[in-house]
């Protein structure tokens, strides 16, 4: 066990039966009133983020997440294989656990993943991704004086709205978070 004292960003504990991270804390000291640590945490599996009061010197069950590096290597029904970079053992993972980002995956895209034990905690997939155009409308001469998007299909499956002057054939850098078509790669 530890206490509130051992405290730090990043950290992760179990409060009311959930895996929590501390985002920040502030430590309080009300004049002549009992210290206590005002803590902002995030959820591991909703991430829904809350502000708790902790009594100074409570004790706190910390839990130790490990993070390996892993290696997509292809969707089999709503499972996704990755394999280990390090052992090369692979595991899969259901495709709800990674997240909507699991579209934007292709292929031998390193990522991490967070296991508490041998039970997974979270996927972290990267931020950006750059994917080849495979199927979109012709982009008409003139057409990019507006703000006018389409829709084009990617290399992985997933369709993302593209501006009018997107041909098929070009790579495309695209955020992973919400899906968005950010510029296209040289």
Request: proline fraction near 5%; hydrophobic fraction near 35%.
């Given at each position: 066990m530890a206490t509130t004292s051992e405290f730090r960003p990043g950290l992760t504990i179990r409060?009311?039966?959930?895996?929590?991270?501390?985002?920040?804390?502030?430590?309080?000291?009300?004049?002549?009133?009992?210290?206590?640590v005002r803590a902002k945490m995030k959820n591991i599996k909703t991430g829904q983020v809350i502000e708790n009061r902790f009594r100074a010197g409570q004790d706190i069950d910390v839990v130790r997440i490990e993070q390996r590096n892993y290696q997509y290597l292809y969707r089999d029904g709503d499972m996704l294989v990755f394999m280990d970079n390090d052992t090369y053992d692979q595991i899969h993972v259901p495709e709800d656990v990674v997240g909507a980002g699991s579209k934007f995956l292709k292929e031998n895209e390193n990522i991490q993943i967070f296991f508490n034990g041998t039970e997974i905690t979270g996927v972290e997939i990267p931020i950006f991704v750059s994917l080849r155009v495979v199927e979109t409308?012709?982009?008409?001469?003139?057409?990019?004086v507006n703000n006018v998007m389409k829709p084009a299909k990617m290399e992985t499956g997933?369709?993302?709205?593209?501006?009018?002057?997107?041909?098929?054939?070009?790579?495309?850098?695209?955020?992973?978070?919400?899906?968005?078509?950010?510029?296209?790669?040289?």
């Open positions: 409060y009311n039966n959930d895996l929590w991270t501390i985002v920040e804390f502030q430590h309080v000291n009300p004049g002549n009133w009992r210290a206590f409308e012709p982009g008409v001469k003139g057409d990019s997933a369709t993302v709205n593209v501006p009018l002057f997107v041909n098929e054939g070009e790579v495309l850098k695209i955020d992973t978070r919400n899906g968005a078509y950010v510029e296209r790669v040289k």
